[in-house]
T-cell receptor, first 111, second 116 residues
Framework: AQSVTQLGSHVSVSEGALVLLRCNYS??????LFWYVQYPNQGLQLLLK??????LVKGINGFEAEFKKSETSFHLTKPSAHMSDAAEYFC?????????FGTGTRLQVFP | EAGVTQFPSHSVIEKGQTVTLRCDPI?????LYWYRRVMGKEIKFLLH????????ESGMPNNRFLAERTGGTYSTLKVQPAELEDSGVYFC??????????????FGQGTRLTVV
């Protein structure tokens, strides 16, 4: 069975600091991995996805994630946090035509 | 272009009552998905429609949940009778037909259901 684990339900950073949100996956087949973001009072929005090819994936709003097979990880990073990045972030893996989500990480950004 | 719309945004009902959630997908999207997030846990898949047909309903928790998509447009999710453990946020998503990886699923804001 495929699954993802997000380490840390809450992450706090200062504005301008590096953002690192962790996601590890479990999959018996090559995984297709996603990061979604939910801003307050909005639906989930796709940040980026990894299918095949380049292991460093760039997404919207300056976010990127790197697929590391040896570490079974797909961590999300952003070099410099902005106040507008405060939201909840979800890692997910594709299973046939549906998504298996992690438990989410709420990002707080302090001025 | 309107996004995925869900009604109501919030619903508080008593245990044993019936509630119907509605999802209006983006026009032209034949794929429609329902997901649920219970008590800050992971978002879990409930079911997948392709047009009016149920493609996958493996995530439906029990027979108190009934999903329909008449005419392949909007969808409803009925919970009857509601139990306390049904509380959570119900998300709907839609996407165009095609390979899953080639299309993007757009999510609604969700319906927060509280059963008391």
């Amino acid at each position: 069975a495929q699954s993802v684990t997000q380490l840390g339900s809450h992450v706090s950073v200062s504005e301008g600091a590096l953002v690192l949100l962790r996601c590890n996956y479990s999959s018996s087949v090559p995984p297709y991995l996603f990061w979604y973001v939910q801003y307050p009072n909005q639906g989930l929005q796709l940040l980026l996805k990894y299918t095949t090819g380049a292991t460093l994936v760039k997404g919207i709003n300056g976010f990127e994630a790197e697929f590391k097979k040896s570490e079974t990880s797909f961590h999300l990073t952003k070099p410099s946090a902005h106040m507008s990045d405060a939201a909840e972030y979800f890692c997910a893996v594709m299973n046939t035509d549906k998504l298996i989500f992690g438990t989410g990480t709420r990002l707080q950004v302090f001025p | 272009e309107a996004g995925v719309t869900q009604f109501p945004s919030h619903s508080v009902i008593e245990k044993g009552q019936t509630v119907t959630l509605r999802c209006d997908p983006i026009s032209g999207h034949d794929n429609l998905y329902w997901y649920r997030r219970v008590m800050g846990k992971e978002i879990k898949f409930l079911l997948h429609f392709v047009k009016e047909s149920k493609q996958d309903e493996s995530g439906m928790p029990n027979n108190r949940f009934l999903a329909e998509r008449t005419g392949g447009t909007y969808s409803t999710l009925k919970v009857q009778p509601a139990e306390l453990e049904d509380s959570g946020v119900y998300f709907c998503a839609s996407s165009q037909l095609g390979r899953f990886l080639d299309t993007e699923a757009f999510f609604g804001q969700g319906t927060r259901l509280t059963v008391v």
